[in-house]
């Protein structure tokens, strides 16, 4: 492949190399010599149009270890508030000659449609109503860490369904590999969508996280919703919100995830994100690891230079 634009269209089995080429690269990041130079010479261009905090810096990480140029394209700062489109936008770049364009946009198809534009690699970092297809590698790389497959555990992901790519992505990645996949969330939350995805569908946390292995939580994106319809965040909290009680219903030794931003006190209790069982900052060091396996994997295609 010359782009990552999602999980969809990669199979089983290429969803294994790559967890298996971040295992690779999570074993080196201990080690005291850890810069490679598959990027060597190469350019790569983080163009967000949204905020970022875990996923920018840790494309930002990788491509250094692999010895890339890295730029860090800043919007706010940029010609698109003079009203220059996304796409003359993406074409100004590319005529700089750019490698890997990682790119985060919030309207649907906009990656899609940049990366016919270009001639360098495309990854996206996430893009609203479709994918962040490296967050649900990285997921996998945490779960399969602690419970050694992926195969047969039931994975509830709970709560913002409706405006999550991260779910879209998870639930085709866990799919393709075997899990049981729940979304558990309010009827206004689930989004059409998920009905042709393949997963058990809960309104109830009680009865979404029994027996589970992996509890995964994701934030409200409050940002996203007409303000009429933005739940109150103590009520949200009562139903859907991640506390000990809810927790109990899983299996004693499930995993707690997020993949941040938290709102602690909205989606998760303070106490049980920092639980014992929480692997949330372990989800962000499997980050850095599955981005080096991505941009090394691509740069496989990079034409000689
Ligand atoms: N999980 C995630 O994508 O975080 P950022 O929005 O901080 O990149």
Same mark, same amino acid.
């Given at each position: 492949?010359?782009?990552?634009?999602?999980?969809?269209?990669?199979?089983?089995?290429?969803?294994?190399?790559?967890?298996?080429?971040?295992?690779?690269?999570?074993?080196?990041?201990?080690?005291?010599?850890?810069?490679?130079?598959?990027?060597?010479?190469?350019?790569?261009?983080?163009?967000?149009?949204?905020?970022?905090? +875990?996923?920018?810096? *840790?494309?930002? /990480?990788?491509?250094?270890? &692999? $010895? @890339?140029? =890295?730029?860090?394209?800043?919007?706010? #700062?940029?010609?698109?508030?003079?009203?220059?489109?996304?796409?003359?936008?993406?074409?100004?770049?590319?005529?700089?000659?750019?490698?890997?364009?990682?790119?985060?946009?919030?309207?649907?198809?906009?990656?899609?449609?940049?990366?016919?534009?270009?001639?360098?690699?495309?990854?996206?970092?996430?893009?609203?109503?479709?994918?962040?297809?490296?967050?649900?590698?990285?997921?996998?790389?945490?779960?399969?860490?602690?419970?050694?497959?992926?195969?047969?555990?039931?994975?509830?992901?709970?709560?913002?369904?409706?405006?999550? +790519?991260?779910?879209? *992505?998870?639930? /085709?990645?866990?799919?393709? &590999? $075997? @899990?049981? =996949?729940?979304?558990?969330?309010?009827? #206004?939350?689930?989004?059409?969508?998920?009905?042709?995805?393949?997963?058990?569908?809960?309104?109830?946390?009680?009865?979404?996280?029994?027996?589970?292995?992996?509890?995964?939580?994701?934030?409200?994106?409050?940002?996203?919703?007409?303000?009429?319809?933005?739940?109150?965040?103590?009520?949200?909290?009562?139903?859907?919100?991640?506390?000990?009680?809810?927790?109990?219903?899983?299996?004693?030794?499930?995993?707690?995830?997020?993949?941040?931003?938290?709102?602690?006190?909205?989606?998760?209790?303070?106490?049980?994100?920092?639980?014992?069982?929480?692997?949330?900052?372990?989800?962000?060091?499997?980050?850095?690891?599955?981005?080096?396996?991505?941009?090394?994997?691509?740069?496989?295609?990079?034409?000689?230079?």
């Amino acid at each position: 492949h010359r782009h990552l634009l999602g999980i969809e269209g990669l199979s089983s089995s290429e969803i294994t190399a790559l967890l298996d080429l971040s295992e690779e690269a999570a074993k080196r990041g201990r080690q005291v010599d850890k810069k490679r130079d598959d990027l060597r010479g190469r350019t790569l261009i983080n163009l967000f149009f949204e905020a970022s905090t +875990r996923t920018q810096s *840790s494309f930002e /990480l990788a491509g250094k270890r &692999l $010895g @890339a140029d =890295v730029m860090n394209m800043s919007i706010p #700062t940029s010609s698109i508030k003079k009203g220059e489109t996304l796409i003359d936008t993406a074409v100004t770049l590319n005529a700089m000659r750019p490698d890997l364009l990682v790119v985060r946009h919030h309207a649907a198809g906009a990656v899609e449609l940049l990366s016919q534009k270009v001639d360098c690699s495309v990854i996206t970092r996430a893009t609203a109503a479709t994918e962040h297809p490296t967050q649900a590698l990285l997921d996998a790389l945490t779960i399969r860490r602690h419970k050694n497959r992926i195969e047969g555990l039931i994975v509830a992901i709970c709560g913002d369904i409706l405006h999550s +790519r991260v779910a879209r *992505s998870n639930i /085709l990645l866990l799919n393709a &590999l $075997g @899990a049981r =996949v729940r979304v558990v969330a309010p009827s #206004t939350l689930l989004g059409a969508a998920v009905d042709r995805l393949g997963v058990e569908v809960y309104t109830s946390m009680h009865e979404g996280l029994k027996d589970a292995d992996i509890v995964m939580m994701l934030r409200l994106q409050r940002e996203r919703m007409v303000s009429s319809l933005i739940p109150s965040q103590r009520e949200y909290f009562h139903f859907y919100g991640l506390d000990y009680d809810k927790l109990a219903r899983a299996k004693p030794d499930a995993l707690i995830m997020h993949p941040g931003p938290m709102n602690r006190g909205v989606e998760i209790d303070s106490n049980v994100a920092d639980d014992a069982r929480s692997v949330i900052r372990e989800q962000v060091e499997m980050g850095v690891a599955v981005r080096i396996a991505v941009l090394q994997a691509l740069a496989r295609h990079l034409p000689n230079q």
